[in-house]
């Protein structure tokens, strides 16, 4: 059945994702606070701030009030940096008729509460509100997505009929979408992957190469893992697509901001510039603070995460850092299985 999709968030990855709901069938919205934006969406069906080279389908309706947005609509997909996911989910509250179906695909930790963004979403809709809440989660880049790149990622909801619904959404000939129940670890992995990439960036930018690239992939995994399981995520999980799939794509391409912050901190930039070149929210950074404070109150060890929390947050001189790192005791690799 085709189905109006409120998409609440027009940077690259909701652009990227309304484009695929508009190309199933479905009739597409698009909110967002930037008049501008909006008006170019309606006008000449471009998004180039985000998206330069990518030309819109006409039916997608960009929209400057978030009422005209959702009205009617059967799912709303939030798509908006972690930071706002609170402000935004308390507008929708204050601002939706019916009951449609939540759908997330943002990666990240709420600063402070250091709660995942389904727990947030939960907490500031109320089940009179929604008919459920499903995360949108795995390797993807919005810049392959936007021109029909092969991707698969997961739809995870602990009620499999609606991680199906979405499933059936999104899914065609170059967007395919498995199902997960287990929503702790799709989103535990989809945020701290970003701390990963940042290191994996750095290490570039350092200078080392395929060797220390695959370290910090393989033992940022183990990390990831364990805290995961500390928060009650199921380990399997993170050997699947928003693991170690999303972990590699996030730590290998060019595309990603966050191992491209990672690899300007390598060769010798500030945070500050870093932030400054980059002109978009480069999640990993506050996540790696957000998973630092997490760790420690659950008593996890995550070495790689302490390591770039103190070259961001407190100064450490970032070759000094890469090298204490590798001196640290040695320890056992299967954790999970001695």
Known sequence: MKQKIAVLGPGSWGTALAKVLSENGH??????????????????????????????PQNIVGCKEMSEAITDADAVLFVVPTKAIRAVAHEFTATVKNQPMIIHASKGLEQGSHKRISEVLAE????????????????????????????????ACEVAASAKYVQDLFMNDYFRIYTNNDVIGVETGAALKNIIAIGAGAIAGLGFGDDAKAAIMTRGLAEISRLGVAMGANPLTFIGLSGVGDLIVTCTSVHSRNWRAGNLLGKGHSLDEVLDNMGMIVEGVSTTKAARELAEAL??????????????????????????????????ENEFTM
Not at 41 to 50: A, E, F, K, L, S
Not at 129 to 148: F, N, Q, W
């Open 124 to 155: 500031e809709i109320s089940t009179d509100k929604r008919k459920d809440i499903v995360v949108l989660s795995g390797p993807s880049h919005a810049e392959e997505v936007a021109v029909r790149d092969i991707t698969t990622i997961t739809a």
């Open 299 to 332: 008593s996890v060890d995550m070495p790689i995460t302490e390591t770039i929390y103190s070259v961001l947050y407190e100064g450490k001189d970032i070759h000094q850092a890469a090298k204490d790192i590798m001196l640290r005791d040695g320890k056992v």
């Open 27 to 56: 009739q597409v919205t698009i909110w967002g606070n930037n008049p501008a934006q909006i008006d170019e969406i309606n006008n000449y069906h471009t998004n180039r701030h985000y998206l330069p080279d990518l030309k819109l």
